[in-house]
Structures are given as C-alpha cells and as structure tokens.
C-alpha cells in the first residue's frame, strides 16, 4: 500500500514540476516581449511624429485620416519647444509623485 502511495505522489510530483516550468517559460517569454516593447516605445513614439509632420507639411488630409483612425491625435500649428526651459527656472521632475 505505502509502495503505491509513493509511486502516485512520485507521478503527481512529476506532473507538476512539468506544468510549473512550462509555466515558467510563458511567463519568461511575456517578460521578454515586454521589455522589448518599452525598448522601442521611444522609436515607435519618433516615428509617429514624423508621419504626423510629414502630413501637417504636405497638407496630406489622407495621411491625417490614417493617423486619426489609429487613434493618434495632433495640433496643427503649435510648435514642439526645442529649446530648454531657461536656467533660472527650475524644471519639474518628470515621473511618479
């Protein structure tokens, strides 16, 4: 009896230690995926800028409808500021509070 005990609880421990690392290695690969897409947030947010520019300058109303449909909105005719904010003036720091 005590013999089939061990082989069961030897069998179920088996089974589990599958699952947790197959578990383990999709929760890996969402990490990777995630840290990749952070990495390219600042190209993907460049590059929405530049598409955005191109169609303000060349009067593009079908480029315009584009980025309005994939819910990305813009100004027209104000400036980003290129310059930094003068050193008299402290800036307020960008994050959590």
Do not use: C, W
Not at 35 to 47: D, P, T, Y
Request: charged share 20%.
């Amino acid at each position: 009896m005590a013999a089939a005990l061990a082989v069961v609880l030897a069998f179920t421990n088996m089974i589990l230690l599958e699952r947790n690392r197959s578990l383990q290695q999709e929760v890996s690969s969402r990490a990777q995926y995630i840290q990749q897409s952070v990495q390219l947030e600042g190209l993907h947010r460049e590059i929405v800028n530049a598409i955005a520019n191109l169609a303000v300058r060349n009067k593009d109303d079908a480029l315009k409808t584009v980025l309005t449909q994939q819910g990305i909105t813009f100004n027209v005719g104000q400036p980003e500021p290129t310059a930094a904010p003068p050193a008299s003036q402290p800036a307020e720091p960008k994050g959590r509070r």
